[in-house]
């Protein structure tokens, strides 16, 4: 009988729970919704869109993908209704680039 340490692990192993255990630490410190740090419609599946997003593409996309959100971002803010929302949008995808690249280089 073979056990998850017996074989080499990927992402398509864990279960909808550990993905919603794991994001739950990561990037829900409470059950309230915020648009910047929580939207709704972002988390109606079994994992968050972010972490989809970063498994299906090798680190260097990601990495661009999320320079790519910052600078939309703070290039549209003073266009939209809510200036400080999209700036604190920016922000976030700011600091997941540089936890992300943390992270890589360790």
């Known amino acids: 009988m ?21 994001a739950a630490k990561l990037y829900h410190p409470s059950d309230v919704s915020c648009p910047v740090e929580n939207p709704d419609h972002y988390n109606t599946g079994a994992i968050e869109a972010i972490e989809a997003i970063r498994a299906s593409m090798p680190p260097e ?26 700036l604190r949008k920016a922000d976030w995808y700011l600091n997941r680039l540089i936890d992300v690249l943390i992270e890589d280089n360790q």
């Open 2 to 22: 073979t056990t998850k340490s017996d074989r080499n692990l990927s992402i398509d192993d864990a279960t909808p729970e550990e993905w919603n255990t794991v």
């Open 61 to 86: 996309q990601y990495f661009g993908y999320l320079k790519g959100n910052v600078m939309k971002y703070l290039w549209r803010y003073d266009y939209k209704e809510k200036p400080v929302e999209d």
